[in-house]
């Protein structure tokens, strides 16, 4: 099982990036992917997760209205889609997979049992 996450960079405060992770996986339509994401000195924290179906997305606050988590079955990806970044954006963000058949959308990094190797966005002027 492999999750390869790219699209990172940097942007300026306000800009958008979209985070791509490409899953090679047995079956991408039984797991949940997720994003999280780690900032310099801070623990890790759940950013965004979509079902197998891409119903019951979930969101931090934090990027409630700015981000948006999406899916493609065909393509085994999952995307990050962020808007109006702001520099508390800044962080390394990791995909995630999450085996559930039942498409139970969970926030804590320990359900989820595949990663990435995260990519870097950073959000400066």
């Known amino acids: 099982v492999q999750l390869q996450a790219y699209g990172g960079g940097l942007v300026h405060p306000g800009g958008s990036l979209r985070l791509s992770c490409a899953a090679s996986?047995?079956?991408?339509?039984?797991?949940?992917m997720g994003w999280f994401r780690q900032a310099p000195g801070k623990e890790r924290e759940f950013v965004s997760a979509i079902s197998w179906n891409g119903d019951s997305p979930r969101y931090a606050d934090s990027v409630k209205e700015r981000f948006t988590i999406s899916r493609d079955g065909a393509k085994s990806t999952v995307y990050l889609q962020m808007n109006s970044l702001k520099p508390e954006d800044t962080a390394v963000y990791y995909c995630?997979?999450?085996?559930?058949?039942?498409?139970?959308?969970?926030?804590?990094?320990?359900?989820?049992?595949?990663w990435g190797q995260g990519t870097l966005v950073t959000v400066s002027s």
């Open positions: 995630s997979a999450r085996y559930s058949p039942t498409g139970v959308v969970k926030s804590n990094s320990y359900e989820y049992m595949y």
């Open positions: 996986l047995l079956s991408f339509n039984t797991y949940v």
